[in-house]
């Protein structure tokens, strides 16, 4: 060839770089305006709840609470209106394309949850500040769940969110300017975590809360409340900028991690089987078609097969990213004229060097024994470097184009020598090279894999030849892997996933080279599968010499390969086979996650997840603070129950038992982590999938923390629960929201231990109690979507319950609140005001339903509101009479007196409206449950309550204590009544709180009194024993001190001692026996300071004579001291009106 080269190639010309500019490693890219990046709203989201209309929320306490906090936005609100916030965002992600996440998000809002959707007023900010993630996949997985979408579907989801969020913040990191920071997300209270949980971020962090400096406003209140973090020029404080860049970087790898571990897992159990079409069928058949074939059915191939595609697959998308992000991704090698531009120029000018060639063919070097000059070799071991990336990422095609459009056609042959026919064993590839009737042509003239292991043994010799010559080792790499040369290929892998790529892909072309080795038959030196082939192979000593010759394939290079998927996974552990960073990747956890899952140790991977994500030391709580990365565990979390679907039918029992007991700790773990995080209405989706002890577990646990939290957190927990859980329990499995209420309305009347300096904080404990106990009504008072099924039932039995529930709380309430103080009994108003609203809503539910229960409880509910209404206006007169009592009588105004005078009418008249319900006794049933039975039936009351002294203070109870009041109780009745009907009586320190007692009650149930109608409605001998204890007057027991109840229930029982069912006349009666007495007696205690102030009551007489009616039998339900109370009342009114008579003649 002469030296002039003037002309090149037709297809190659370097003046015009169209051709080439798609491969330049650093292109130009498509411009992007900076200044909308900049003004991108610093809270820009991709959360799924960006729907504006807001719920409507049929309880009053949450539409109030709405009022205000849209005040308490617009008081607060300086980062312009919510319109243009959500413009900004609009506009961003619209630029930058997260159209996968967008998808994803519309697909929620079509199908509407309404647990992803509530309280979205309240919580925008918190959502639009929170780690998206967490709701968007929690919006996948439900759709998964319910249906909507097949689990491989969800896969590849899961896998292109977490793309498309990574994707987002590298964006955003490669438009910062020096010196400046684009804060991507509000640091919110998620960011706060991934930062405690970052040891190696969050030192640098700490010191900075609080702090304002130059312009960097940190405060320790935004991490609670959500308020952004205001990032602009650093100045001094540098150390933010990197903290941030830092920990946006670790998010962002971490998810693209995460998306490798979702795609690995979708290859292998997701992607389905490949099967031949019939119109890809060759008759003779080919190498190719052999080698799919052989794919298709041997295990360990198919395996190898898709971890390589796996691989290829990431490498690929990886291009297409940095593509996206700075422009093309390869190219920068391309000269500005011809091919080795250098040493053109060079012999242009006439020099001559024995070491340089003298031609510009690319058989010069070897035929010369020179090289081109050293500006050309890097030009070519630069253009190399890209055939290697795009080999890497199986872009065979384009790696070919890639040194064509260099001017080097014959790389381009040498890289695919079938006519750039891809002969990888994979459907796609099939389908794309359709029939190859080329290669059955050459293969019909020369045999079956003939050329094939002429081509194989061909790139053999470069590699090692380029390696001998110290030649390029990106050359020797890209011509090793054509050849499966793990010796020249894995110097060049110094990531884990090349290492691991580059074994794989050897390891499936050598079995499938073997395969094809013995449709050679007749040959010597063939075999049939890969475990003969290895028993042949030079270091088991069967074969004397080395192989040489095309032949002989693949025996040159099968003591590399591997023997089994373990061995390969080892491989990338050994330093002495991989580069040190591949060693060190293989440490990583999503390496971890993936290894376990090429080998399918499952159990093995659940383990790793798992002490990953919780406390080194487990000291056996379910409840603690999740430890651990959140993002881990919410992989972790979703792996979990991906898995559980993908091999529902094909688990053994040992199996089952660990993917459900540890993947149970696992996804509660998550549960929590939402829970601590203020995401609880995502919580259900997962909790759903726990079993049924831990599920209801969970939700107790959630409801009784957030107790005392805002009503919008409450209704969350609600619409978590009743949307995902069954109302009623239908199996042993899953648990159900009848469990969780009845769980919690149960531990919500056990007594609470407490810390007590002195005995009158331990009375004031449990009267404080009360209100704890009220407030768990509200989860019954809630109403529940109309989406869920039997949505009316539903709202129907929530609400009979809560009317239940409220009158058995009545009950108590009603016992101690005897105490004549101003104070009002704040758990029965607490009551009152929490079934207010669902009263209004349920009225035409209480008219219509004909359901006994229904309506006596309402009826009861109805006579307590009278009872409370009546208790509230008498102590409204008492809170005025003591205002008026601390100011001289000369001082009173006639406005203070007449006020006490009105709320004193008032308290009358609302007694007198009570007591004199002759129609309709005020407690007592229309309808009496009846109990009948042939065998004996036994009562019982159990009671936990406080002893109190006369002066508030609590007495601290101990054995003496208790046998003496266990005597009291039996001298309460007579002892012929005691064996009569066997009482028995019971007192005891309570375990739970060891200033409280437990008393148990028992006796023989009489005609009247447990069986048959009970016509006296004072609730029998049991009531009577108990209420002697609550009116200070047991016989043999310190006088005035008094039962100060906390629990009372009563039941029915067989001989044996087991509880049959709720005997309530007896808790009703007992409180008829307490109650309608202290009525009677306010009202005399009132009476007499009317007389005392000079004004007559109008139906005072009235009031003895109900006393003393025996239509009314009051009189039976006063004990001794009582009635005595209420002669001297009388005695006192007497006097005082004797002398308002006098007053006029004096």
């Known amino acids: 060839m002469e030296v002039d080269m003037d002309v090149s190639p037709s297809y190659f010309d370097p003046e015009n770089l169209s051709s080439r500019e798609r491969f330049r490693r650093y292109g130009a890219g498509v411009k992007k305006d900076i200044n909308m990046c900049r003004k991108r709203h610093p809270g820009s989201s991709l959360s799924p709840h960006h729907d504006n209309s807001a719920s409507r929320f049929s309880n009053a306490a949450l539409f109030l609470e709405n009022i205000k906090h849209e005040v308490e936005m617009h008081e607060t609100d300086f980062g312009g209106t919510p319109f243009e916030s959500a413009a900004k965002r609009r506009s961003y992600h619209d630029g930058y394309g997260v159209s996968t996440v967008d998808d994803d998000i519309d697909m929620i809002r079509r199908r509407g949850s309404e647990s992803l959707k509530v309280c979205k007023k309240e919580e925008d900010e918190h959502i639009e500040s929170a780690d998206t993630t967490f709701s968007l996949f929690a919006s996948l997985l439900d759709s998964g769940l319910q249906g909507l979408m097949p689990i491989p579907d969800l896969i590849l989801r899961f896998e292109s969110s977490c793309r498309s969020v990574s994707e987002s913040i590298r964006v955003v990191e490669s438009f910062a300017e020096p010196g400046e920071i684009i804060v991507n997300a509000k640091l919110s209270i998620d960011a706060y975590v991934w930062l405690v949980h970052s040891s190696n971020v969050c030192h640098h962090l700490l010191p900075l809360v609080g702090e304002e400096k130059d312009e960097i406003i940190f405060r320790d209140s935004n991490l609670h409340n959500g308020q952004s973090v205001v990032g602009c020029r650093y100045g001094a404080n540098e150390r933010y900028r990197i903290i941030e860049d830092k920990l946006m970087r670790k998010k962002a790898r971490f998810l693209l991690d995460e998306a490798a571990s979702w795609s690995l897992l979708w290859y292998l159990y997701g992607k389905g089987n490949e099967e031949l079409r019939n119109d890809l069928f060759l008759f003779p058949t080919t190498s190719h078609l052999e080698a799919f074939q052989f794919v298709i059915e041997d295990y360990t191939a198919q395996l190898c097969l898709r971890i390589v595609q796996w691989l290829e697959g990431l490498a690929s998308k990886a291009l297409d990213l940095d593509n996206k992000v700075r422009g093309s991704h390869v190219g920068t090698y391309l000269p500005s004229s011809g091919v080795w531009h250098h040493t053109q120029r060079h012999l242009k000018r006439g020099a001559s060097n024995q070491k340089t060639i003298h031609h510009l063919d690319f058989d010069a070097p070897t035929r010369e024994h020179a090289q081109q000059l050293l500006d050309d070799k890097k030009q070519d071991e630069a253009l190399l470097e890209d055939v290697w990336t795009l080999l890497r990422a199986g872009r065979l095609e384009e790696a070919c184009n890639l040194c064509r459009s260099a001017g080097q056609p014959w790389r381009a042959a040498s890289l695919s020598p079938f006519g750039d026919s891809n002969l990888s064993p994979s459907l796609e590839v099939l389908e794309k090279n359709g029939k190859n009737r080329m290669l059955q042509a050459i293969e019909l003239e020369s045999g079956i894999g003939h050329q094939w292991y002429l081509w194989k043994w061909a790139s053999y010799c470069a590699s090692e030849k380029i390696a001998e010559q110290d030649g390029g080792k990106y050359e020797s790499a890209v011509y090793a892997s054509k050849c499966s040369n793990l010796k020249r290929l894995l110097p060049v892998c110094t990531e884990w996933e090349s290492a691991c790529w580059a074994m794989a892909k050897s390891w499936l072309d050598v079995q499938v080279d073997i395969r094809i080795a013995s449709l050679r038959r007749g040959e010597d030196g063939q075999f049939n599968n890969f475990e003969e082939a290895i028993g042949r192979s030079?270091?088991?000593?069967?074969?004397?010499?080395?192989?040489?010759?095309?032949?002989?394939?693949?025996?040159?290079?099968?003591?590399?390969?591997?023997?089994?998927?373990?061995?390969l996974l080892q491989k990338l552990h050994s330093s002495d086979t991989v580069h040190e960073a591949v060693t060190r990747a293989c440490k990583d956890q999503q390496r971890q996650i993936e290894m376990n899952l090429m080998l399918g140790d499952i159990p093995h991977l659940l383990d790793l997840i798992y002490s990953w994500v919780s406390p080194s030391e487990d000291d056996g709580n379910m409840f603690r603070w999740p430890h651990g990365d959140p993002q881990m565990m919410r992989f972790g979390a979703h792996l979990v129950l991906v898995l559980r679907y993908l091999h529902a039918d094909q688990m053994t029992d040992t199996f089952k038992e660990k993917i459900m007991t540890v993947g149970d700790l696992i996804i509660h773990m998550y549960a929590m982590f939402l829970f601590t995080t203020q995401h609880e209405e995502l919580v259900g989706i997962y909790a759903s999938q726990l079993a049924r002890h831990r599920c209801v577990d969970l939700y107790v646990h959630m409801m009784e923390l957030r107790l005392s939290s805002s009503v919008h957190v409450r209704y969350k927990i609600f619409i978590s629960a009743i949307e995902y859980l069954p109302f009623s329990p239908d199996d042993d499995l899953k648990g159900s929201f009848e469990e969780i209420i009845e769980r919690i309305l149960s531990r919500s009347r056990q007594i609470s231990a407490g810390k007590h300096d002195k005995t009158s904080d331990i009375a004031e404990h449990h009267r404080l109690q009360s209100q704890q106990k009220a407030m768990v009504v509200q989860w019954l008072c809630f109403t529940p979507p109309s989406t869920i099924n039997d949505a009316r039932a539903v709202t129907a039995k929530l609400f009979l319950r809560a009317l239940m529930h409220s009158n058995l709380l009545f009950r108590e309430f009603a016992?101690?609140?005897?105490?004549?103080?101003?104070?009002?009994?704040?758990?029965?108003?607490?009551?009152?005001?929490?079934?207010?609203?669902?009263?209004?809503?349920?009225?035409?539910?209480?008219?219509?339903?004909?359901?006994?229960?229904?309506?006596?409880?309402?009826?009861?509910?109805?006579?307590?509101?009278?009872?409370?209404?009546?208790?509230?206006?008498?102590?409204?007169?008492?809170?005025?009479?003591?205002?008026?009592?601390?100011?001289?009588?000369?001082?009173?105004?006639?406005?203070?007196?007449?006020?006490?005078?009105?709320?004193?009418?008032?308290?009358?008249?609302?007694?007198?409206?009570?007591?004199?319900?002759?129609?309709?006794?005020?407690?007592?049933?229309?309808?009496?449950?009846?109990?009948?039975?042939?065998?004996?039936?036994?009562?019982?009351?159990?009671?936990?309550?406080?002893?109190?002294?006369?002066?508030?203070?609590?007495?601290?109870?101990?054995?003496?204590?208790?046998?003496?009041?266990?005597?009291?109780?039996?001298?309460?009745?007579?002892?012929?009544?005691?064996?009569?009907?066997?009482?028995?009586?019971?007192?005891?320190?309570?375990?739970?709180?060891?200033?409280?007692?437990?008393?148990?009650?028992?006796?023989?149930?009489?005609?009247?009194?447990?069986?048959?109608?009970?016509?006296?409605?004072?609730?029998?001998?049991?009531?009577?024993?108990?209420?002697?204890?609550f009116k200070g007057e047991l016989a043999r027991f310190q006088a005035g001190v008094t039962l100060e109840i906390s629990r009372l229930d009563a039941w029915y029982s067989s001989a044996n001692g087991s509880l049959d069912g709720p005997a309530t006349y007896i808790v009703r009666g007992l409180c008829r026996k307490c109650c309608i007495p202290e009525i009677v007696l306010r009202c005399m205690e009132v009476s007499v300071s009317l007389m005392e102030s000079g004004y007559r009551p109008e139906r005072h007489h009235e009031l003895i004579e109900l006393v003393t009616s025996p239509e009314t039998d009051f009189l039976h339900l006063f004990s001794k001291g009582q009635l005595q109370e209420l002669l001297l009342f009388e005695r006192e009114y007497s006097i005082n009106e004797m002398d308002l008579e006098e007053l006029p003649s004096s």
């Open 538 to 567: 030079p270091r088991q000593g069967n074969i004397v010499s080395q192989p040489s010759g095309p032949n002989s394939w693949p025996l040159h290079v099968l003591n590399q390969q591997p023997t089994n998927l373990s061995s």
């Open 815 to 1029: 016992l101690i609140s005897m105490w004549r103080v101003p104070a009002v009994p704040i758990g029965a108003h607490t009551v009152l005001s929490l079934l207010a609203e669902p009263l209004k809503q349920q009225t035409e539910l209480l008219h219509s339903n004909e359901d006994r229960d229904v309506s006596e409880s309402f009826r009861e509910f109805q006579d307590w509101s009278e009872y409370f209404s009546c208790d509230a206006k008498y102590r409204k007169w008492l809170k005025v009479k003591l205002e008026n009592a601390e100011v001289s009588p000369g001082e009173l105004s006639p406005e203070e007196k007449q006020r006490e005078v009105t709320a004193a009418r008032e308290s009358l008249e609302s007694s007198f409206s009570l007591l004199l319900r002759n129609n309709d006794p005020w407690l007592i049933p229309t309808q009496d449950h009846l109990h009948e039975s042939v065998e004996s039936v036994y009562l019982e009351l159990h009671a936990t309550a406080v002893l109190l002294l006369p002066s508030g203070e609590c007495m601290t109870p101990d054995a003496t204590l208790c046998t003496t009041l266990t005597s009291a109780l039996y001298s309460s009745v007579s002892e012929e009544e005691v064996l009569r009907r066997e009482l028995m009586a019971n007192v005891a320190i309570s375990p739970g709180e060891n200033s409280c007692i437990e008393v148990v009650l028992r006796c023989l149930a009489a005609e009247g009194d447990g069986l048959g109608l009970h016509d006296l409605n004072d609730g029998g001998i049991l009531a009577t024993v108990m209420a002697a204890g």
